[in-house]
């Protein structure tokens, strides 16, 4: 048969089964469909194809688009001075604490610097499982906007510095980069101040009686010219999609519907097979290699630790179990921290080795922070219920009849 026809039935049969597959193990589904991916390509049933790699590129962009979607500019831009002030010390410690526990343990740059990579990313996928207006999701989104920015910013650099080394053509490009944001904001102040004067426009752009799909139609149009504009300028498309979704949010909050739109498309098909590429894109026959699996384990424990640490910046804005879930949910970096590994391999500033375990490692964050979110959630989820009944049993009428619980 066919290798084209073998993928194709293969990513459909996965993408329609793996979330009974997680339902089954009780785990989230993005885990389910990397591991998924791993064992199908070990098999030779999945492997590199110029097709599958270009969508699930795409599925990785829409991926960040919907995360952008998720960014209320209003409310981050709104919200306390202390806030604000606690998320970047949050990520200020991250590389702090990154650059002095690599340098004791002796990592090369290439890995300091994929330790405190923050990607929000997967805060769409975790939208979808828990309330968005959740504490710690809520809180998870303001960190990670700014940990985001200065994630793409470092990548840039790395980026730029394996290529062009640290002379004026890095500075050329994080000129670029500068202008690129300092030209976004301007441009968002003045469509501010044309929707304010002018609101009829966005309901003009946006209908809220659409029989032709406008909505989508603008901002699927609005997604591609920013990554074309990414790739005009030669920075990382990553970012170009983001600020798509972040505009979409703040200029067309009006329109409910149009998240959920996005997001059946993204989910139910682009963004499942951006999972399973990051998993065939890991060969488990490394696993055999002596320090692959060690090593890939200590970067991820440190990963994960100093979130942990640094999230007691967090515990002045937030209650214990909001920190330490937030912490958890800034953990899964993956596709930065993939970025990272390859731009690192391709320069040959570390080996195939480090590129193995830092793959293997991204893989590691993610299923242990979603398992750990969903174990915290659920006890806390207990916790609630215990207290419920208790403060029924307690009451001289009997307790309400309205739950708190959901």
Known sequence: MDRSIVLILALSLLI??????????????????????????????????????????????????????????????????????????FVGSLWILSVTSGTLLGYSPIVIVSLPLISIGLLASLSRIYD??????????????IGEITSIVALTVLDA?????????????????????????????????????????????????????????????LFFILITLMLVLHLELALGSFIAGVAISAFFHHKK???????????????????????VSFDLESLAIPGIF????????????????????????ADYQSALTTAFALSMPLTLLIAVATI??????????????????????????????????????????ERYRKQKEESPAGGSSHSPVS
Do not use: C
Not at 132 to 145: E, M, N
Not at 264 to 272: A, R
Not at 354 to 377: D, G, N, R
């Open 132 to 145: 968005k207006k959740t504490p710690w999701l809520q809180l998870s989104v303001t960190v990670g906007v």
């Open 16 to 89: 329609w089964t793996s979330p009974y597959i997680a339902k089954a193990l009780r785990m989230p589904t993005p885990p389910v469909e990397i591991v998924a991916g791993s064992i199908l390509a070990y098999f030779g049933i999945l492997g590199n194809d110029e097709f599958f790699d270009m969508i699930a590129e795409m599925g990785f962009l829409y991926l960040m688009f919907l995360a952008g979607m998720e960014v209320n500019l209003k409310e981050i831009t709104g919200s306390e001075k202390g806030t604000l002030r606690q998320a970047m010390l």
């Open 257 to 279: 519907s149009l998240e959920d739109k996005m997001s059946s498309l993204g989910f139910g098909f682009l963004i499942p097979l951006f999972f399973i590429h990051v998993g």
């Open 161 to 221: 510095a394996s290529t062009v080394g640290f002379g004026l053509k890095l500075w050329i490009k994080l000129g670029y980069l500068s202008l690129f944001i300092a030209g976004i904001y301007i441009l968002y102040r003045l469509l501010k101040l044309l929707f304010w004067w002018f609101p009829e426009i966005k309901s003009e752009l946006m209908p809220k009686l659409d029989t032709s799909d406008q909505d989508i139609r603008l901002s699927m149009s």
């Open 344 to 385: 690192g391999y391709t320069s040959g500033n570390i080996d195939i080795m480090i590129y193995y375990q830092m793959i293997l490692a991204s893989l590691f964050e993610v299923i242990v922070s979603m398992v750990a979110i969903k174990t915290i959630e659920g006890i806390s989820h207990k916790k609630a219920i």
């Open 294 to 317: 060690t090593g890939a384990l200590l970067i991820t424990a440190l990963s994960i630790s100093i979130r942990l640490i640094s999230a007691f910046h967090l515990r002045k804005i």
